[in-house]
């Protein structure tokens, strides 16, 4: 079975929109570095290297729109692909605002900036453009994969993805944003929409009540023992393949949204290692590989299997558990201003 780990590799509004006081943050979303060594992406660079696994990073460009000819992105974006990773195409629409003088008074007027869902072909295919000049400004492949900011889609945007050449995406993920569209109610496998083959990242049930309860396969927001056995599950169903999201920015806790004052998050850390480690030691049974990699192996029979895995509610309840009590110390000791 393949499984796609992706990464989205972006920087921060950091609340500029509602604070005039407030900037945008930039590399220091993605290096996270604490004492001068990088606990976000370098620690996951290591993480893949030492076991051998390709990752995707989907890296977002309409930033440029903001930070101009710095381009901080752009040597990010070439070392990840030094490193043998794919690089792939991410937007946030919210960043292309900033190519308006006036672009205070526009955030006022229409405050929800970041959105594909209901945005005009031609915008669309504008933002999309802009992201390829990029790739090309910055000496890298054209991307073959995109993900929308937040994971927004409609059936609008997967035609014009057909339209500008990507043939790939992974846009869906219901836990994080649904649609309300039957037809993108997509928990697994490889999808065809609109001339678009979409690869969701993985939705699973972690309890059942009136209906099930979804979650979407993150680091974060899973835990180790519980992302396992969901690949366990996968394998054992049938699935080709698996999707699992995360961003270098979870794996440091913030004292604020400015990123200055920083700890290592340690619990995420030994979420991926642990996860890095377990696809490594089993490569017999799984292939940590790219998306575009995954996403264009021949279609089969079961390509478009879309099953709703389930997990016991006892794991959630455990990492939710854990979760609560780190971050609550976490809190407490960047309040003191303690970095480590």
């Given at each position: 079975?393949?499984?796609?780990?992706?990464?989205?590799?972006?920087?921060?509004?950091?609340?500029?929109?509602?604070?005039?006081?407030?900037?945008?943050?930039g590399?220091?979303?993605?290096?996270?570095?604490?004492?001068?060594?990088?606990q976000?992406?370098?620690?996951?660079?290591?993480?893949?290297?030492?076991?051998?696994?390709?990752?995707?990073?989907?890296?977002?460009?309409?930033?440029?729109?903001?930070?101009?000819?710095?381009?901080?992105?752009?040597?990010?974006?070439?070392?990840?692909?030094?490193?043998?990773?794919?690089?792939?195409?991410?937007?946030?629409?919210?960043w292309?605002?900033?190519?308006?003088?006036?672009?205070?008074?526009?955030?006022?007027?229409?405050?929800?900036?970041?959105?594909?869902?209901?945005?005009?072909?031609?915008?669309?295919?504008?933002?999309?453009?802009?992201?390829?000049?990029?790739?090309?400004?910055?000496?890298?492949?054209?991307p073959?994969v995109?993900?929308?900011?937040?994971?927004?889609?409609?059936?609008?945007?997967?035609?014009v993805?057909?339209?500008?050449?990507?043939?790939?995406?992974?846009?869906?993920?219901?836990?994080?944003?649904?649609?309300?569209?039957?037809?993108?109610?997509?928990?697994?496998?490889?999808?065809?929409?609109?001339?678009?083959?979409?690869?969701?990242?993985?939705?699973?049930?972690?309890?059942?009540?009136f209906?099930?309860?979804?979650?979407?396969?993150?680091?974060?927001?899973?835990?180790?023992?519980?992302?396992?056995?969901?690949?366990?599950?996968?394998?054992?169903?049938?699935?080709?393949?698996?999707?699992?999201?995360?961003?270098?920015?979870?794996?440091?806790?913030?004292?604020?949204?400015?990123?200055?004052?920083?700890?290592?998050?340690?619990?995420?850390?030994?979420?991926?290692?642990g996860?890095?480690?377990?696809?490594?030691?089993?490569?017999?049974?799984?292939q940590?590989?790219?998306?575009?990699?995954?996403?264009?192996?021949?279609?089969?029979?079961?390509?478009?299997?879309?099953?709703?895995?389930?997990?016991?509610?006892?794991?959630?309840?455990?990492?939710?558990?854990?979760?609560?009590?780190?971050?609550?110390?976490?809190?407490?000791?960047?309040?003191?201003?303690?970095?480590?």
């Amino acid at each position: 079975m393949l499984v796609c780990l992706t990464i989205d590799t972006e920087f921060s509004i950091g609340g500029a929109f509602t604070d005039a006081a407030r900037r945008p943050v930039g590399d220091a979303m993605v290096r996270c570095a604490i004492n001068g060594r990088s606990q976000g992406l370098d620690f996951m660079l290591d993480c893949l290297q030492r076991n051998g696994l390709q990752a995707t990073f989907f890296v977002e460009t309409l930033q440029r729109h903001y930070f101009g000819a710095a381009d901080p992105m752009g040597p990010l974006a070439r070392r990840i692909a030094d490193a043998g990773h794919e690089v792939q195409l991410h937007l946030h629409p919210c960043w292309a605002v900033f190519q308006h003088p006036d672009w205070r008074e526009r955030v006022g007027r229409q405050p929800r900036q970041d959105e594909f869902v209901g945005r005009d072909a031609a915008s669309t295919g504008a933002l999309l453009r802009q992201g390829l000049s990029a790739f090309a400004d910055w000496g890298l492949a054209p991307p073959q994969v995109f993900r929308a900011g937040n994971m927004q889609h409609d059936n609008a945007l997967y035609a014009v993805l057909a339209k500008v050449g990507i043939p790939y995406a992974s846009n869906v993920g219901l836990a994080i944003y649904d649609s309300g569209l039957e037809e993108y109610r997509l928990y697994a496998g490889r999808h065809l929409r609109h001339g678009v083959l979409e690869c969701p990242v993985l939705t699973f049930s972690d309890c059942r009540l009136f209906r099930p309860h979804l979650k979407t396969l993150t680091v974060s927001g899973t835990g180790l023992g519980q992302t396992i056995a969901l690949l366990e599950r996968a394998r054992a169903v049938g699935l080709e393949q698996v999707v699992l999201l995360t961003h270098p920015f979870e794996y440091v806790q913030s004292r604020n949204g400015d990123f200055d004052v920083l700890r290592t998050h340690a619990l995420n850390q030994n979420r991926l290692r642990g996860l890095c480690d377990y696809l490594g030691a089993h490569r017999g049974q799984y292939q940590a590989c790219g998306m575009a990699v995954a996403a264009a192996q021949p279609l089969t029979a079961v390509s478009d299997a879309n099953p709703l895995l389930h997990s016991p509610a006892w794991r959630s309840a455990g990492r939710l558990a854990s979760q609560l009590l780190y971050d609550r110390y976490g809190t407490w000791r960047l309040a003191q201003g303690v970095q480590a």
